[in-house]
């Protein structure tokens, strides 16, 4: 079964708008992290945001929130006031606690494209 | 700034010639990896390394192979590549230890081609 799900593999916005990223997991594990990284087409991944999964309140960094429903099982990436240099690769990932070591376990992927 | 270099960004081999990646990293982290990642596709981890002890994935083809002989390098060897070899090659760090709030810090990649 797949650890982690995304279900869009493209997805297109309104410059300005916001964007809904959709992420689902799968563990056993009481403690474990979320990630979501983006990737521009120069390649480099960059991190974003983190949800632990004791973490009450949903994380949020500047105009990146992570609506983390933890009976759901989905950790789904919001941007707001999308910009063009928004468009990239967003990938989901997560990190188990008692099972992952220290490995990240990445989703597929969503391709974002930001209209003008 | 602290970071993880790659060098080269670019990469072209022949068919069959052997090549080696680097990564070097300035954040004094444990934990190093490589991934191979296909266009539009998850990054895969071929292996990681905390501190000397090296962890190979079950699925990591033997042609792969890695050095890391400090804290701060890391290489990929790839003995005799193939077409389907052609890719991304990421590296990352993380800090050791068991907190699942550690995220990874990337590299800019290695593009390889081969001919």
């Known amino acids: 079964a797949q650890k982690i799900t995304q279900t869009q593999p493209g997805m297109f916005v309104q410059e300005k708008e916001a964007v809904t990223l959709d992420c689902t997991y799968d563990?056993?594990?009481?403690?474990?992290?979320l990630f979501w990284y983006k990737q521009p087409s120069s390649g480099e991944m960059i991190f974003l945001i983190y949800?632990?999964?004791?973490?009450?309140q949903n994380a949020t960094e500047g105009r990146y929130s992570l609506n983390f429903q933890k009976a759901r099982k989905s950790a789904n990436l919001v941007i707001s006031a999308s910009q063009l240099g928004d468009s990239a690769m967003y990938f989901c990932a997560m990190r188990e606690g008692n099972t992952g070591g220290f490995k990240t376990i990445f989703g597929a992927g969503t391709r974002l494209f930001v209209k003008a | 700034d602290a970071m993880v270099i790659q060098n080269p960004r670019y990469q072209v081999t022949q068919f069959g010639k052997p090549v080696t990646l680097s990564c070097s990293q300035t954040l004094n982290h444990n934990v190093m990896y490589w991934y191979q990642q296909k266009s539009s596709q998850a990054p895969k981890l071929l292996f990681h390394y905390y501190d000397k002890d090296f962890n190979n994935e079950a699925d990591t083809p033997d042609n792969f192979q890695s050095r890391r002989p400090n804290t701060s390098f890391c290489f990929l060897d790839i003995r005799s590549p193939g077409l389907g070899d052609a890719a991304m090659y990421l590296c990352?760090?993380?800090?050791?230890?068991?907190?699942?709030?550690?995220?990874?810090?990337f590299g800019p990649g290695t593009r390889l081609t081969v001919l």
């Open positions: 990352a760090t993380s800090r050791g230890g068991t907190s699942v709030s550690n995220e990874q810090f």
């Open positions: 949800q632990g999964s004791y973490d009450e």
């Open positions: 563990t056993s594990d009481q403690s474990y992290g």
